[in-house]
């Protein structure tokens, strides 16, 4: 029997992108002969780990993990919401959270070479995803993750499977499930209104700049007096800190009653919060927008082409 090396390993997985022991045991059975071993993957995976590899996933689900104070959230990115649902890759995506809680990973990389298996591929988190790829026939990724411990107590949220929530936190356990669900629906940016990026911030500041300038504008193409420049500092910082209450927490009206605050509501339970993640699926990442019916042309241009 030919002797399966490492390099040999590695060339048929550049080529197939499938799990490195999928291309161990094909390398094995076809006995070193490349070519075979290839066909070979094909025939088991149909060949779709390599071709799915650099499409556009911007589906896919969070999931969060929690034991005692320590925890973990994921973003797991795929190309459809039909996927979303398939239970393998459901497993695969509370699979990494878990992961992600007891073993906090410095990285993606680190992170996909934790040992795990499922469905028959393994022994690593990337093996198992690249195992998927070929038998579900889209490309999946882990996009972004962050570990919780250390910092209190914690409450997860999550919002069907495209948002999740994980709060930090001192207090009661029901009061801190509540704030989890309000930033899931609120959507705040930082706790306090100090707390809120400065970057931010000056985008807020250049719009309301922009406001003021377009008004002035107006008013003299009226004919009017323009407003003085102190009352247009003015009117530019009121806007500022009317969006520092919109996007800081504690200012916020709380959803379940919003005649309070929800700092109002925490201070009455005794509770506070150090710190919260909120992560929705796809935020940032641009979606690939098919043209169907230039599709259709390439498909009939190629045809004409190749006969």
């Known amino acids: 029997m030919a002797a399966i090396t490492a390099s ?37 995976l149909g060949n779709k780990a390599g071709k799915a590899s650099g499409r556009i996933t911007a589906e896919g689900v969070v999931t969060a993990f ?8 994921i973003e797991i990115n795929c190309e459809t919401d039909f ?8 497993a695969l995506a509370n699979a990494a959270a878990m992961l992600v809680a007891k073993n906090n990973p410095a990285d993606i990389a680190a992170l996909g070479a ?15 995803r690249k195992g998927l790829i070929g038998k579900i026939g889209e490309n999946m990724s882990f996009r972004r993750f962050k570990r919780f411990g250390g910092n209190g107590k914690l409450a997860s949220y999550l919002h069907g499977t495209r948002i999740g929530v994980m709060v930090e936190f001192d ?20 706790i306090q209104a100090s707390d809120v990026p400065a970057d931010l911030i000056e985008k807020e500041r250049a719009v309301a700049a922009g406001k003021a300038e377009e008004d002035r504008k107006t008013a003299e193409a009226e004919g009017k007096k323009p407003q003085p420049a102190d009352i247009v500092a003015k009117r530019i910082e009121g806007g500022v800190q009317k969006y520092l209450k919109e996007v800081s927490l504690h200012n916020q ?20 919060i150090k710190g919260f993640t909120l992560y929705v699926v796809g935020e940032g990442i641009e979606k ?19 006969a």
């Open 83 to 90: 996927v979303t649902k398939n239970d393998s890759f459901l």
């Open 66 to 73: 929690v034991d005692g104070e320590a925890g973990g959230m």
């Open 8 to 44: 040999m390993v590695g060339e048929l997985r550049a080529k197939t992108d499938a799990p490195m022991m999928e291309c161990k045991k094909a390398l094995t059975e076809a006995e070193g002969n490349m070519e075979k071993a290839e066909e070979l993957l094909r025939i088991k």
């Open 253 to 272: 009206p709380f959803v379940k009653n919003d005649k309070q605050t929800v700092e109002a509501m925490l201070k009455a339970v005794n509770t506070s």
């Open 288 to 306: 690939k927008v098919d043209d169907f019916a230039a599709e259709v042309a390439a498909q009939v241009a190629a045809a004409k082409a190749a």
């Open 171 to 190: 207090g009661d356990d029901a009061a801190a499930k509540d704030v989890a669900m309000h930033i899931a629906a609120m959507k705040p940016v930082a």
């Open 114 to 128: 934790l040992a795990y298996e499922q469905d028959g591929f393994g022994p690593t988190l990337e093996d198992v």
